[in-house]
């Protein structure tokens, strides 16, 4: 199984509205991102999770907030959104974030559209 | 810290015509190279990969790539494109360095029109 899983595929969400991205990944990997990514931009790292302990935050603001519950499973919450994070978001795993070679290859999955009104 | 730097922003191609679409880097360690693909709508897929050995390296959908050392280069061919593979191209790099992140290039978008 090299897949990642994301739920749910599309999202609308007001600004006041709380609600979670889900990720899950059951290829024993220990290391999960998330990334935002613009139309016909590539992709911006936002967060790295290392043996389920955040190990980069790339400056993103505290309405985003990170989870990993286990080594299969990654969160993102978000809470008072505003409209310019409306985006395709995407997590990733890797086997880890050390080593060589195959270590880092970043299996990424279809991603949650977001839209925030 | 990386860099990727994709040349062309916007390629359009007739079917059939031969395509390479460039990629350097900037790092001197030992890097990891991709090139993922994301059509219209969709997901990032990943085209092909290096990390060593032969650096001539093939990929799906009859893609290949090239390392080239000195040139610091990882360009994407393909002998002859088709429709589908209008697409937005996306070249990416890792060091061997742990905890670096995955770097990516701007994005090259390709238009193949009939």
Same mark, same amino acid.
């Given at each position: 199984d090299t897949e990642v899983t994301q739920t749910p595929k599309h999202l609308v969400m007001g600004m006041t509205n709380k609600k979670s991205l889900k990720c899950e990944q059951h290829m024993g990997h220990r290391a999960m991102y998330w990334y935002k990514q613009k139309a016909k931009k590539p992709p911006e790292l936002m967060? !790295?999770?290392?043996?389920?302990?955040?190990?980069?935050?790339?400056?993103?603001p505290s309405r985003f907030s990170p989870e990993c519950p286990n080594s299969s499973l990654l969160n993102l919450h978000l809470h008072a959104l505003q409209p310019e994070d409306s985006a395709l978001y995407l997590c990733a795993s890797s086997r880890t974030t050390? =080593? !060589?070679? &195959?270590?880092?290859?970043?299996?990424?999955? &279809?991603?949650?559209?977001?839209?925030?009104? | 810290a990386?860099?990727?730097?994709?040349?062309?922003?916007h390629v359009i191609l007739s079917? $059939? $015509?031969?395509l390479e679409l460039g990629?350097?880097?900037?790092? =001197?360690?030992t890097v990891n190279l991709f090139w993922y693909v994301q059509y219209p709508g969709q997901h990032l897929q990943l085209l092909l990969k290096y990390f060593s050995g032969d650096p001539l390296v093939k990929g799906i959908k009859g893609f290949e790539a090239e390392f080239i050392k000195s040139k610091f280069s990882f360009n994407l061919?393909? &002998?002859s494109v088709q429709w589908s593979d209008t697409a937005e191209y996306?070249? $990416?790099?890792? $060091?061997?360095?742990g905890n670096t992140p995955l770097v990516f290039g701007k994005g090259t978008r390709l238009s193949v029109i009939a």
């Open positions: 967060f !790295v999770y290392s043996y389920e302990k955040l190990s980069i935050n790339e400056s993103v050390g =080593g !060589v070679g &195959p270590s880092y290859e970043q299996y990424f999955g &279809p991603g949650t559209r977001l839209t925030v009104t | 990386q860099s990727v730097s994709q040349h062309n922003h079917e $059939a $015509a031969s990629c350097n880097y900037s790092y =001197g360690g061919r393909k &002998p996306f070249c $990416a790099v890792t $060091a061997n360095s």
